[in-house]
């Protein structure tokens, strides 16, 4: 009897992917069983391949742009009063995304999941009714990526802080009081790839990944920290290739594991790892990372960059810092067998922490030259960053 009825659900698996005739749809069980010329022992092991075919259907509908041109939106902004403004931008401008915090940079969820998710613990009541807004965003035609930081997660850290890094006993924090989740762990991969898995039902179009890297300078921390390397610890390499094998082992599984659901998977990467073999500390390499996914979001702000492609003051030129970026990058991705859509972010804010001298205000101008300098060099889809979604007015974001 079991044997009938792994045959008899294979076959109609077989007959919704490949379109099989209604006449065979409608034969009797025991007819169907018999006309299947199949190996059982070989369907059951490959059964989860057939399932990954099917696809989620969320009920929203959105279609990919001619180009994504996208701002940054935080979880108070999509929940709160700002939402209506940013909707008007976009529908008064080229712009046509919205990059929404799902998972914010403390590791919180940005709505209140059902009471069934194991993410109720952290979930924050920012964004009232993630499917609305989501319908709202899908009958303006505005393209939604859902936002998920990944391995810099306090609130992770804090509740399990075996799967973080310690200073002694107590879990490890920056100067600004962050705490990372360690990227060696399959536990934490598995966390972070179930929200982006909500976020993907939810009807997201696309899974943005941040933070996905060790923490800066870790190569200076390496051995003053204490945390596990799980399954790489007895890997024939050194720490700095351990680092990079496990945060492109998360893009590539996480790729993997939303495929089913229909998201694209892109992933935020510090500019400058473009211009290096590999960043040693923070274990991320631009090529092997660029290899797994849909798109490659660099963050190229002329104001964290100090001096590079000869520019002494590169936040004063942001024409010319994304000029020589876009160049480089161009030259690195032609080269790769899967070459991801390239969307850097540019800069809509001003760093005057920078200092006198070496900063100026951004506005319609900066912002202009850096999405011209993009053009010239054939990259014609960007996003937007200002931290507090204050966008500048009358930028003309044409392609």
Do not use: C
């Not at 035609?141 to 804090?158: G, Q």
């Amino acid at each position: 009897m079991k044997s009938f009825r792994v045959v008899s659900l294979l076959a109609l698996f077989f007959l919704l992917l490949f379109g099989g005739s209604i006449a065979l749809a409608k034969q009797k069980q025991d007819g169907l069983a018999k006309s299947l010329p199949v190996r059982e022992d070989l369907l059951i092991k490959n059964l989860p391949d057939v399932l990954t075919r099917f696809k989620y259907d969320s009920g929203l509908k959105f279609d990919y742009p001619d180009a994504v041109r996208g701002i940054y939106v935080t979880g108070h902004s999509a929940g709160g009063e700002k939402f209506p403004q940013l909707i008007h931008l976009i529908e008064n401008t080229d712009l046509n995304a919205m990059v929404i915090d799902v998972k914010d940079d403390w590791g919180n969820i940005t709505y209140i999941p059902d009471e069934t998710s194991p993410y109720k613990a952290i979930g924050k009541p920012y964004i009232k009714n993630p499917k609305e807004m989501l319908k709202t965003l899908e009958q303006k035609k505005i393209y939604p990526i859902a936002r998920v930081v990944v391995f810099k997660d306090t609130a992770l850290a804090n509740m399990k802080p075996e799967l973080s890094f310690k200073n002694g006993s107590t879990v490890w924090k920056n100067g600004r009081g962050e705490s990372f989740v360690n990227p060696f762990l399959k536990e934490v991969w598995d966390y972070n790839v179930g929200i982006a898995i909500e976020a993907a039902k939810m009807g997201f179009q696309e899974i943005q990944f941040d933070y996905v890297r060790f923490p800066e300078g870790f190569e200076k921390r390496d051995n003053a920290l204490t945390y596990t390397m799980g399954e790489y610890e007895q890997m024939d390499m050194d720490n700095v290739q351990k680092r990079v094998q496990a945060v492109t082992d998360f893009v590539a599984y996480a790729k993997k594991k939303l495929e089913p659901y229909g998201a694209k998977v892109s992933v935020d990467i510090f500019g400058y790892t473009a211009t290096l073999p590999e960043a040693p500390g923070i274990g991320q390499n631009f090529s092997k990372i660029s290899e797994q996914i849909d798109v490659i979001s660099s963050m190229i702000y002329p104001s964290h960059w100090t001096s590079y492609f000869g520019i002494s003051k590169p936040d004063l030129d942001p024409y010319r810092l994304v000029t020589e970026y876009a160049k480089v990058e161009n030259s690195i991705l032609s080269k790769l067998e899967h070459r991801p859509i390239s969307r850097p972010w540019l800069q809509d804010f001003t760093a005057s922490w920078l200092g006198s001298g070496n900063y100026k205000r951004y506005g319609k101008q900066e912002v202009e030259a850096q999405i011209k300098a993009l053009n010239e060099q054939g990259i014609k889809e960007f996003l937007l960053w200002n931290a507090g979604n204050s966008y500048t007015k009358n930028v003309d974001y044409t392609p």
